[in-house]
């Protein structure tokens, strides 16, 4: 005869059955997740800063995760918008236009700062013995972008520029999309470009910084003329249609990494940041409205 104890403990049975055949359906479905970054800097540093991310989500969902190196961020986009990228790492403006082209993604992550802020700036980089003091002095001279899709190399440089009154079409001598910001720093390096737009959270951490500890450019060889308002940090996204405990088990990989592999999270940012904390899509709303100011520059242009 059943009693309510024996009851009850068979209900649970069920449940943790049901879970756990839940749990061997989605693994069925995806035998392998893929998770993409945006090229913020080149491949093999991509590779060598996140491959430590993949070993360790591999380990705590059970299923394999493939990082793949994005050769732009409209790779990315697209690939989330297909669905054939399960996360992702992304830039403000290139999450934004993944939501604004119809992906269907879910931030749930954001960077936050060593200092706990969660935003950082579009700076103007200069050589340190150039003799620009302003954006104004870089009339007729080359500039270099990162990517069309880039918050701090494209997008809020255009607007701030179109705030000062300069079409950067007609005020630059030349305007060049690097594909990196890396490689935007490297163009003013070479000559290629006299000055160059990049990311930069303060005085310790940047796309500058992370290249000096490379050992490929050094910070006091290059000079910053304009820094931008702060801008709302990058975002890690998923797909929205990833079942509800796959998600689940995602979210617990990113918040509990500190106690089961900080390595890994101290490799992506060298130590230079705080963990990562919850974030939604509505974070970006105000992203949204700066592609599409962006967007109409662009038709008044053409």
């Keep these: 005869m059943l009693n309510r104890r024996s009851l009850i403990a068979a209900a649970a049975a069920l449940v943790m059955s049901a879970g756990a055949a839940a749990a061997q359906d989605w693994k069925a479905k995806y035998p392998e997740l893929v998770f993409a970054v945006i090229p913020a800097e080149n491949g093999s540093g991509v590779t060598d800063r996140y491959q430590p991310l993949m070993d360790y989500l591999t380990k705590q969902l059970g299923t394999k995760v493939t990082l793949r190196v994005a050769n732009d961020y409209a790779a990315v986009i697209e690939g989330q918008r297909a669905g054939n990228i399960h996360m992702a790492y992304y830039g403000p403006s290139s999450f934004a236009r993944a939501l604004m082209t119809g992906a269907k993604i879910d931030a749930f992550a954001i960077e936050v700062n060593a200092d706990g802020t969660k935003g950082y700036h579009s700076v103007l980089y200069v050589k340190a013995d150039s003799p620009y003091k302003s954006i104004e002095d870089l009339k007729g001279k080359n500039l270099c972008l990162v990517d069309p899709n880039s918050t701090s190399g494209n997008n809020v440089p255009r607007f701030a520029l179109n705030k000062m009154g300069l079409k950067p079409d007609d005020f630059f001598g030349k305007v060049v999309y690097a594909g990196s910001h890396e490689n ?4 003013v390096q070479q000559g290629t470009c006299d000055a160059a737009f990049n990311w930069w959270n303060d005085e310790n951490e940047s796309n500058l910084r992370r290249m000096e500890r490379k050992g490929m450019a050094k910070y006091g060889d290059f000079r910053i003329i304009f820094k931008s308002d702060q801008i709302v940090n990058s975002p890690y996204a998923y797909l ?3 079942p509800a405990d796959l998600k689940a088990k995602i979210r617990d990989a990113f918040f509990s990494i500190e106690k089961n592999d ?8 060298e130590g230079k940041s705080q963990l990562w904390q919850p974030i939604d899509n509505e974070s970006y709303v105000g992203i949204i409205e700066l592609n599409k100011f962006v967007d109409e520059l662009r038709k008044k242009k053409s």
């Excluded at 390595?263 to 992506?268: L, Q, T, V, W």
């Design 184 to 187: 935007a720093v490297i163009g």
């Design 240 to 242: 929205s249609d990833l």
């Design 262 to 269: 900080k390595a890994a999270f101290d490799k992506i940012y």
